[in-house]
Structure formats: structure tokens, C-alpha cells
């Protein structure tokens, strides 16, 4: 049997990526979260990772189908 030790802190911050997560889900771009709660997905061929929305954001800018992709949720 496994049990998880994460602190308060790092659920709440894995939770904060749930919603961009099932989208990115939905789209088959292939999400993970990982320890501590960062976000990666496949993306034109490449593994992007993300330590913060901020970051995501950012990169969302430079391209336009993430960018619709992750609407409203940024």
C-alpha cells in the first residue's frame, strides 16, 4: 500500500493545475503533474514543463492554439 506525505502546501498548489490539466487532457497533449507540483505536456512534438501559471502564460503567448486552448483558465 502507498500513501502520499505532501505538505499542505504542495496539494493545494498540484490542485491549482486540475483544470488545466483536464483540458490539456481533453486534447491529448499527454499532462503530468509532477513533484512539486509542476505541470508538463507534449505539444509539437516537444515535452514542455511549467513550474507556475505565470510561466505557462507566458509561454501561451507565443502560441495560439495553447493559447484558445487554455481560454479563460490563465
Do not use: C, H
Not at 500500500?1 to 497533449?29: C, H, N, Y
Request: glycine share 4%; hydrophobic share 35%; proline share 7%.
Amino acid at each position: 500500500r502507498l500513501s502520499t506525505d505532501f505538505p499542505t502546501e504542495m496539494m493545494q498548489a498540484r490542485r491549482e493545475w486540475q483544470d488545466i490539466f483536464k483540458v490539456l487532457k481533453g486534447k491529448k497533449l499527454q499532462p503530468r503533474i509532477l513533484y512539486p507540483a509542476r505541470i508538463s505536456f507534449k505539444i509539437e512534438g516537444e515535452i514542455k514543463i511549467f513550474p507556475n501559471k505565470q510561466k505557462l502564460k507566458e509561454y501561451s503567448n507565443t502560441k495560439p492554439r495553447l493559447k484558445e486552448i487554455l481560454k479563460g483558465l490563465l
